[in-house]
């Protein structure tokens, strides 16, 4: 897997039983605390290990940081939050590199491995497969709302922990399956990445917005007229191949557009299997595991959104 689709890793076969999965993510700081921004940069590069299929093997630091300014004990707190998710991961953190910077940036490289037969795409849905999720969406609007002080960090603190959870508690369950596409679910939305897989799979994506689960308090930060540097962005990509079929307010539908950092998996999966996936999800761990809608025939890629 290279640049012909989508997808969230390179994946690179060493021998008929091997591939290797290289994949590169840093973000700037979610939050103000520094352990919670490392365990949460972490995750999220990580994520695209799991997407892939794979299991992260080393990872290298990426570190941007004034220390000039705000002093070594704030990145060690990054530093040490990172690790504890590559170490969770079951993977190496082998070194990494940093550099000075004015805004601080932190994530990794990481490198999997794979077996070729099972690379999961985010190509390859088929009309009639369940679309699961497995995390709530509206960390972009928290992230910002709890910046401009409209959010509470009391608030955005007790969601942290599933925001910063890894996928693969999530991935070693659906590999029991029949997984015909999967995405992690990042910085594009819930829309954009739905389109990712549409448009990779030949076929139409309808999610049920009732079923979408979402972070306590991000509808309400919408309606108190916060949003991201992203919904707009994310909007015209989506807006050629999107019919709202729901009644829906203006914020509302911003949500569709929210960009996620470390979101969960969205799986494609056959419909005689989506049910048992779903319970054993949800008796692993991953709580927040939803049926979110269908991939249904369609002439060219498209997105709809039903109540």
Not at 90 to 103: K, N, P, T
Request: proline share 5%; net charge negative.
């Amino acid at each position: 897997m290279g640049f012909e689709s989508s997808d969230d890793a390179a994946v690179y076969r060493i021998s008929k039983d091997s591939a290797v999965i290289s994949t590169v993510d840093f973000i700037t700081p979610p939050v103000d605390d520094p352990v919670w921004f490392g365990r949460i940069a972490a995750a999220n590069s990580l994520s695209d290990i799991y997407a892939m299929g794979g299991k992260p093997l080393t990872a290298l630091n990426l570190v941007m940081f004034p220390a000039r300014k705000l002093g070594t004990e704030l990145l060690r707190g990054i530093l040490q939050g990172g690790y504890e998710k590559v170490t969770e991961a079951g993977a190496c953190l082998a070194g990494g590199h940093s550099v000075e910077d004015e805004e601080p940036k932190y994530g990794l490289a990481v490198t999997g491995i794979v077996s070729p037969d099972r690379v999961l795409k985010n190509i390859g849905a088929r009309p009639g497969d369940h679309l699961l999720l497995t995390k709530p969406l509206g960390t972009g609007v928290l992230f910002n709302a709890c910046r401009a002080r409209k959010l509470p960090w009391a608030e955005l603190e007790g969601i942290l922990p599933e925001v910063a959870a890894l996928n693969g508690t999530a991935l070693s369950v659906a590999l029991r399956y029949d997984i015909h596409a999967c995405t992690d679910v990042t910085g594009f939305g819930i829309l954009g990445h739905g389109l990712e897989m549409a448009r990779g799979s030949g076929a139409g994506i309808e999610l049920s917005y009732s079923a979408l689960p979402f972070y306590p308090n991000a509808l309400d930060m919408y309606r108190r007229g916060e949003t991201t540097g992203s919904n707009k962005a994310n909007r015209e990509m989506v807006r050629s191949a999107l019919a709202v079929d729901a009644r829906l307010s203006a914020r509302e539908e911003e949500l569709l557009f929210d960009p996620q950092t470390s979101g969960g998996l969205l799986l494609a999966i056959p419909p005689d299997q989506g049910e048992d996936l779903l319970v054993e999800l949800q008796t692993r761990g991953v709580a927040s595991a939803r049926k979110v809608g269908r991939v249904v025939e369609s002439g060219a890629a498209t997105l709809r959104v039903v109540a």
